[in-house]
């Protein structure tokens, strides 16, 4: 299993970190692995989505849950791709009118041991420039 975590005090207001991470359909704009993206259903705080990662030239589909409360957390699980298990936790808090504390933690793992080993490398490495890239268009945001 791989796992990464980070935690950041970000100069963007809580608000600003938390819609950039919930607007699923937007990180193929600023996220170079994301492929596409797009919401399936959505109920209250709840809701599918499906990601098409671009690994070294290899496309792969997967879905997800993802929960949430506004301005506070998003839990992302897996429903099905090539992964064998995918969990991912953003916790946000405000530290500041201009700046809020975010918590990014991921774990997963690739179904078929040869994936794994071609394409863990290259998903490790998009995760440890997750919540840099995340950062970057909240600021932005918080700038326009």
């Not at 819609?19 to 937007?26: F, L, N, Q, R």
């Not at 797009?38 to 109920?43: E, I, K, S």
């Not at 409360?69 to 099905?80: A, G, Q, S, V, W």
């Not at 808090?93 to 997963?108: D, G, K, L, W």
């Amino acid at each position: 299993m791989h796992c990464f975590e980070e935690s950041r005090i970000l100069p963007c207001p809580v608000r600003n970190m938390f819609d950039v991470v919930i607007d699923v359909e937007a990180y193929p704009d600023f996220l170079p692995w994301v492929d596409q993206a797009r919401v399936l259903d959505r109920q209250g705080n709840e809701f599918s989505a499906e990601l098409v990662a671009d690994l070294a030239g290899m496309k792969h589909a997967f879905r997800t849950t993802d929960r949430y409360i506004p301005e506070k957390l998003i839990e992302i699980r897996l429903l099905d791709g090539p992964f064998k298990f995918l969990e991912s936790l953003w916790t946000f808090e405000e530290v500041s009118e201009q700046s809020c504390r975010v918590h990014f933690s991921i774990e997963f793992e690739f179904k078929s041991m040869m994936l794994d080993l071609v394409a863990s490398p290259i998903f490790s490495g998009a995760c440890k420039s997750m919540v840099h890239s995340f950062e970057q268009r909240a600021i932005a945001a918080s700038r326009s």
